[in-house]
């Protein structure tokens, strides 16, 4: 079965088309991170009008480097939730005027499913039952995945995602939007123990929390001013090692109390550099198995849509004009 994914919850306008649920024949993303950028977060009404702009070329684009035509398709996916209302919009109706058009099925896929299932582009991909950690800048989630299309939330941030206390923080400290990368780059310059910023651990659960991570990087910051050449790169570390600290510590903990010997990483945040480490190294040390996407299938794309929405179509399930865009939607 060839798929066509369509992405577009936030500020990548992406499409992808994937065989099979497990090769990749083409990925294109286009990313909106310049447009945003000045305003130092996403702009929601500007990323809904760029998808517009963008999202037929990206389309195209995909089906030209695949060597394949609409005709071709078997199926279009498409994220219908959760994300950002204007955005989704755009990807739904776009995937209904292409059903329309040539009279090919389409399914709405869950963007956190979709990024639990880029891990089936690897080779050796596990199968479920096994655990899941999706961290981005909307989403801190920890998830047993039972079955495809069965989930169970054993875990969440109670304030800020990871994702967003890596903006804030960079925002704190006058790097880029987004703050991820540029962390990141510092951080592999500095001290992880330069500074000892606090690990919220809340309760006997697998529950995480960021906003008082994020506020001690501002009183640092109020206190000495805001760092530069080594003291900087060396803030970073020390930041970053209190993110990988306290999400490899969850899932590490989550793993051994439920039983799970599998453990996939994914989401934007798994793109970072010490969490892969930091992740990987634990599991080990415990005898369990680590599975990372490439970073590439990290951030948001149209493979691991097109990927969750051909499970979701084996499962029964399918899509009909009424679908709708649903930017809490819940797995």
Not at 146 to 154: D, E, M, N, S, T
Not at 234 to 241: G, H, I, M, P, V
Not at 244 to 270: E, I, M, P, T
Request: charged letters at 20%; one cysteine or more.
């Amino acid at each position: 079965m060839l798929v066509l994914g369509l992405e577009t919850s936030c500020d990548e306008t992406a499409a992808a088309v994937v065989e099979d649920g497990r090769r990749v024949l083409a990925d294109v993303v286009s990313t909106q991170v310049d447009i945003h950028r000045r305003w130092g977060g996403v702009v929601p009404e500007l990323a809904s009008r760029n998808h517009i702009v963008q999202v037929m070329p990206v389309v195209h684009e995909a089906l030209t480097r695949a060597q394949k035509t609409l005709d071709d398709v078997d199926l279009i996916a498409v994220t219908s939730g959760p994300g950002l209302i204007g955005a989704l919009l755009v990807g739904v109706q776009v995937a209904k005027g292409l059903s329309l058009a040539t009279g090919k099925p389409f399914v709405g896929a869950n963007h956190l499913e979709g990024h639990l299932l880029a891990i089936r582009l690897i080779e050796d991909a596990p199968e479920p039952p096994f655990l899941g950690l999706v961290v981005s800048g909307g989403h801190t989630s920890l998830y047993e995945v039972q079955a495809y299309g069965r989930y169970r939330l054993v875990g969440s941030t109670r304030d800020d995602a990871a994702g967003e206390a890596y903006d804030k923080t960079a925002r704190i400290l006058g790097l880029p939007y987004p703050g991820g990368l540029p962390i990141d780059q510092l951080a592999q310059k500095g001290d992880p123990e330069a500074i000892r910023f606090p690990r919220a651990l809340p309760g006997d659960n697998f529950d995480v929390s960021f906003s008082g991570l994020k506020t001690a990087v501002l009183h640092h910051v109020r206190k000495h001013g805001v760092p530069e050449g080594q003291a900087l790169a060396d803030l970073c570390a020390s930041f970053q090692e209190a993110v990988a600290d306290v999400l490899s510590k969850k899932l590490v903990a989550a793993a051994r109390r439920l039983g799970h010997k599998q453990l996939v990483l994914c989401g934007g945040v798994a793109a970072n550099s010490r969490l892969r480490a930091l992740c990987s190294e634990r599991a080990r040390e415990r005898g369990l198995n680590m599975y990372l996407p490439p970073v590439r299938l990290c951030t948001d794309n149209g493979a691991m849509i097109a990927v969750a929405g051909y499970e979701a179509y084996r499962r029964g399930l399918r899509g009909d004009f009424r679908l709708a865009a649903d930017p809490a939607w819940r797995m």
